[in-house]
């Protein structure tokens, strides 16, 4: 089955940008979107289809996608946007959703 | 403004049925273009695609709990269920439902867009 790679946790000092990535076999030919979760909540979409920002999220949150490798990327990092991150596809071989292991982004 | 909602017990004996109902408000079920997903997540662990059900009644599930998961739909109610069957300890964890939006830009991609506020569920005797 598809694996999708994070790195467990991404430390940022705030105004910074920080970059979390999410590899994965030939991933630049698949969709990739990105969740955020804060403690005791629901997932949020933050990015999908690669580099689509759903209505509500700020422009400071950005994606790319290319080779074996996606990229959230956030730049003029917040208190605030300290979370967990999930990057996810559809495999559409096997038909099936693949998520990330989660990636916490911690806020110095 | 779409609303999904967890419903069921919050405690399950080991060996027995996990069941689980989601109750979807402001939109039909039955519309097209939408899967109906199921998701856990275990205490400070990460998210964990259980299955997914069109409104056809047509499903996919993990191959890791495919044997043991049963994902059904209610469009009269307006409701989606999950049931696991033959649960453990390693089942404790919070449930999510979740509605999964197709769009078509070249390909096909499917991706959430509306999330439960997810309902904790503890397998212990």
């Known amino acids: 089955s598809y694996v999708l790679t994070q790195p467990p946790s991404v430390s940022v000092a705030p105004g910074k940008t920080a970059r979390i990535t999410c590899g994965g076999n030939n991933i630049g030919s698949q969709s990739v979107h990105w969740y955020q979760q804060k403690p005791g909540q629901a997932p949020v979409l933050v990015i999908y289809?690669?580099?689509d920002r759903p209505s509500g999220i700020p422009e400071r949150f950005s994606g790319s996608n290319s080779g074996n490798t996606a990229t959230l990327t956030i730049s003029r990092v917040e208190a605030g946007d300290e979370a967990d991150y999930y990057c996810q596809v559809w495999d559409s071989r096997s038909d099936l959703v693949v998520f990330g292991g989660g990636t916490k982004l911690t806020v110095l | 403004q779409v609303q999904l909602q967890e419903s069921g017990p919050g405690l399950v004996k080991p060996s027995q049925t996990l069941s689980l109902t989601c109750t979807v408000s402001?939109?039909?079920?039955?519309?097209?273009?939408?899967?109906w997903s199921w998701i856990r997540q275990p205490a400070g662990k990460g998210l964990e695609w259980i299955g997914r059900i069109y409104t056809t009644g047509s499903t996919n599930y993990n191959p890791s709990l495919k044997s043991r998961v049963t994902i059904s739909v209610d469009t009269s109610k307006n409701q989606f269920s999950l049931k696991l069957s033959s649960v453990t300890a390693a089942d404790t964890a919070v449930y999510y439902c979740?509605?999964?939006?197709?769009?078509?830009?070249?390909?096909?991609?499917?991706?959430?867009?509306?999330w439960g506020q997810g309902t904790l569920v503890t397998v212990s005797s």
């Open positions: 979740a509605r999964e939006s197709l769009m078509v830009r070249g390909v096909i991609f499917y991706y959430f867009d509306y």
């Open positions: 289809y690669d580099s």
């Open positions: 402001g939109g039909s079920i039955s519309s097209g273009g939408y899967y």
